[in-house]
């Protein structure tokens, strides 16, 4: 099993296999437009830029789980982070990524990648995930990890 056996709806509600981003290096990232760590989109869309043309994605998933941090509808997020952050990489639609009713990627991320201590569930908006070219997830940052402390370990997986 890998990453590339899920499927998400893309913010326009069209559901999307990710084996489209098969050979390539992902950052999986659970998003919120009203979160302390929402500047992060910044550093996503420059480390994007930086490596989108060597096989590299990052994929956002917003999601309202944390002290409610993400209202918007699809369109409101959308709009807001191109306005605010000029996102161009693939965002999804809002889901849960703990609990019972977590998507079933976040399921595979957190049994795949635990956190501290080998906690399974996701503590907080902007945890990241980075996964290989073979769609296997390698490592798991925590929040406070900034996309740019991220770009040498990108790097190396994609030379």
Not at 83 to 110: C, R
Not at 133 to 156: C, H, M, Q, S, W
């Amino acid at each position: 099993m890998s990453v590339y056996d899920f499927h998400a709806n893309t913010l326009r509600g069209q559901e999307e296999s990710l084996s489209k981003y098969k050979g390539k290096v992902l950052l999986i990232v659970n998003t919120a437009s009203k979160c302390g760590f929402t500047p992060q989109y910044k550093g996503l869309q420059e480390v994007y830029e930086k490596f989108k043309d060597r096989g590299f994605e990052i994929l956002g998933f917003p999601s309202n789980q944390f002290a409610a941090q993400e209202p918007g509808s699809s369109e409101e997020i959308q709009e807001f982070c191109q306005l605010n952050y000029g996102v161009s990489f693939p965002m999804y639609e809002k889901i849960n990524v703990n609990g019972d009713s977590a998507h079933p990627l976040y399921k595979y991320l957190t049994k795949e990648a635990p956190g501290a201590l080998g906690s399974k569930s996701i503590k907080w908006n902007f945890t990241k995930f980075l996964v290989d070219r073979e769609g296997r997830v390698l490592k798991r940052f925590a929040p406070t990890t900034t996309p740019e402390n991220i770009e040498d370990e990108i790097k190396t997986l994609l030379d």
